[in-house]
C-alpha cells in the first residue's frame, strides 16, 4: 500500500495516455531507488503500453520499485486485476 503522505504523480485517471490504442496497461509503484522510473518515494501512476509495462516488471524485479496495483486498460475502461481464486476441495 502507499502511504498516506504520499501524493500520486504521473497520469491523471483521465489522461489522454489513457485512451490511445498502444495502452493496455495501468501500474500504480512506489519508486524505492533513483532510476529511469523516478526518484525514490515517489508514488507514480501510469499508463503503459506493453513493452513498457515490460520495463515497469523488470525494474520490480531489480528491487527499483515495487507495483501496488496493476489494471488492464481495454479501450480506456480500466479493468482491475483479479487475484487467484482458492480451490476448496
Known amino acids: 500500500?502507499?502511504?498516506?503522505?504520499?501524493p500520486v504523480?504521473?497520469?491523471?485517471?483521465l489522461a489522454v495516455e489513457r485512451f490511445q490504442d498502444s495502452t493496455r496497461h495501468m501500474a500504480e509503484f512506489?519508486?524505492?531507488?533513483?532510476?529511469?522510473?523516478?526518484a525514490r518515494d515517489q508514488y507514480i501512476r501510469r499508463f503503459l503500453t506493453e513493452?513498457?509495462?515490460?520495463?515497469?516488471?523488470?525494474?520490480?524485479?531489480?528491487g527499483h520499485i515495487r507495483v501496488c496495483k496493476s489494471?488492464?486498460?481495454?479501450?480506456g475502461h480500466?479493468?482491475?486485476?483479479k487475484k487467484k481464486k482458492r480451490r476448496r476441495k
Not at 504523480?9 to 485517471?13: K, N, Q, R
Not at 513493452?51 to 531489480?62: F, M, N
Open 1 to 6: 500500500m502507499k502511504g498516506l503522505h504520499l
Open 9 to 13: 504523480t504521473g497520469h491523471d485517471l
Open 71 to 75: 489494471a488492464a486498460v481495454i479501450e
Open 51 to 62: 513493452e513498457g509495462y515490460t520495463q515497469v516488471l523488470e525494474a520490480q524485479k531489480k
Open 78 to 81: 480500466i479493468v482491475p486485476d
Open 30 to 38: 512506489l519508486v524505492r531507488k533513483d532510476c529511469a522510473l523516478g
